[in-house]
């Protein structure tokens, strides 16, 4: 069955400091993977997402990933951190046939200091 | 704005009770999927409709059900709520049966 690990439950970072949040996730087959950011009392918006080809993916709000296929892995990284990306971020692993749910981490809140 | 909209935004209720959350998929989008957020659990999954028949389904209580119409949008249906249903309740859409989805503002449902 698959599984989405993200073993930071909170991270806090600098205004301007770079980011990095950690996903590892289980999957049997070709997975497709994603970010999600949630902001308090709001939705989901999708970040960013890998299918195939380039393991290094472009986001939005200057967010990008990289798949690593050989650690499981599919990091979040963003080069310099503003107030308005304090939030909880979602790492989601799915599949690529059939009928797929999205498998979600327990997600990591991120608190960004003056 | 994802384009998937959910009905209501807040709901207050009592136990015993029972409601229905409505959702509206992005137009165009065949698949709908309900999760449960709360506090203790997450994120779950609880099932998917896919043009109007049901495809997956996850850890969804027999109190609770669902279904999509022809129309597409899709309704799920509580019963019977207990004090621990109280969470955000998602719908989130795709074009396919799979890959990436988009995220409704949720329900918060309230058990009093």
């Known amino acids: 069955a698959q599984s989405v690990t993200q073993p930071d439950i909170h991270i806090t970072v600098s205004e301007g400091a770079s980011l990095e949040l950690r996903c590892n996730y289980s999957y049997g087959a070709t997975p497709y993977l994603f970010w999600y950011v949630q902001s308090p009392g709001q939705g989901l918006q999708l970040l960013l997402k890998y299918f195939s080809g380039d393991t290094l993916v472009q986001g939005i709000k200057g967010f990008e990933a990289e798949f690593k296929r050989s650690q499981s892995s599919f990091n979040l990284r963003k080069p310099s951190v503003h107030w308005s990306d304090a939030a909880e971020y979602f790492c989601a692993v799915g599949g690529d046939t059939g009928f797929q749910k999205l498998v979600f981490g327990t997600g990591t809140r991120l608190l960004v200091s003056p | 704005d994802s384009g998937v909209t959910q009905t209501p935004k807040h709901l207050i209720t009592a136990t015993g009770q029972r409601v229905t959350l409505r959702c509206s998929p992005r137009s165009g989008d065949l698949s709908v999927y309900w999760y449960q957020q709360s506090l203790d659990q997450g994120l779950q999954f609880l099932i998917q409709?896919?043009?109007?028949?049901?495809?997956a389904k996850g850890n969804i209580l027999e109190r609770f059900s669902a279904q999509q119409f022809p129309d597409l949008h899709s309704e799920l249906n509580l019963s019977s709520l207990e004090l621990g249903d109280s969470a955000l309740y998602f719908c989130?859409?795709?074009?396919?049966?799979?890959?990436?989805?988009?995220f409704g503002q949720g329900t918060r449902l309230t058990v009093v």
């Open positions: 409709y896919y043009n109007g028949e049901e495809r």
């Open positions: 989130a859409s795709s074009v396919r049966g799979q890959g990436e989805a988009f």
